[in-house]
């Protein structure tokens, strides 16, 4: 079955760091495009990250220089290094397969996601 | 990185067809044919309801339809359930980013 977990969130301070995980089983992590999308309180959908397969890496405006995109393919999990922390960040965070595959072709669209998991930033 | 436009709410009654339009610019809606379509229940994981403009994956029904004319694109959902109430939101990919917009509440009255 193909699946994400997320874990990794909690109650942190602002200017803490945190680190998101995103355990993939039923397809390989390094071979598709992954993305983190976050959604605050009662608001709308965020995109804040995307790894390539290729393994480049692009970031929102507004998490850049803050929050790093990774991967580890040995444990096929995708990761989120989340620093200097602020309020606005509060959000649940979910990771997507950030490419629809059919056959032998990848088309645009997030088809899998995880359950979500919720950061808190707060003193 | 702007957020795409879409109305607030939208509603109709059980059978009926809505549509909500999702409104960017020539660099992400009107330059791609990358737009997608996500439904989102309450507490629950958004799910993937069209993908590059109009194509359904496989399991959505085919009430849901997508659409694009310029830099505005359009959900319909035909026949419409009481099961489709839920939030919807579009995105469009543009280079090395991603956009989504507001979200639109669907009320089936």
């Known amino acids: 079955e193909v699946q994400l977990v997320e874990s990794g969130g909690g109650l942190i301070q602002p200017g803490g760091s945190l680190r998101l995980s995103c355990a993939a089983s039923?397809?390989?992590?390094?071979?598709?495009?992954m993305s983190w999308v976050r959604q605050a309180p009662g608001k709308g959908l965020e995109w804040v990250s995307v790894i390539y397969s290729g393994g480049s890496t692009y970031y929102a405006d507004s998490v850049k220089g803050r929050f790093t995109i990774s991967r580890d393919n040995s444990k096929n999990t995708l990761y989120l290094q989340m620093n200097s922390l602020r309020a606005e960040d509060t959000a649940v965070y979910y990771c997507?397969?950030?490419?629809?595959?059919?056959?032998?072709?990848?088309?645009?669209?997030?088809?899998?996601w995880g359950q979500g998991t919720t950061v808190t930033v707060s003193s | 990185q702007s957020a795409l436009t879409q109305p607030a709410s939208v509603s109709g009654s059980p059978g009926q067809s809505i549509t909500i339009s999702c409104t960017g610019t020539s660099s992400d809606v009107g330059g791609y044919n990358y737009v997608s379509w996500y439904q989102q229940h309450p507490g629950k994981a958004p799910k993937l309801m069209i993908y590059?403009?109009?194509n359904r994956p496989s399991g959505v029904p085919d009430r849901f339809s997508g659409s694009k004319s310029g830099n505005t694109a359009s959900l319909t959902i035909s026949g419409l359930q009481a099961e489709d109430e839920a939030d919807y939101y579009c995105s469009s990919y543009t280079s090395s980013s991603t956009s989504f917009g507001g979200g639109t509440k669907l009320t089936v009255l």
């Open positions: 039923g397809f390989t992590v390094s071979s598709n495009y």
């Open positions: 590059e403009v109009s």
């Open positions: 997507a397969r950030d490419r629809l595959q059919i056959g032998d072709y990848y088309y645009y669209g997030m088809d899998v």
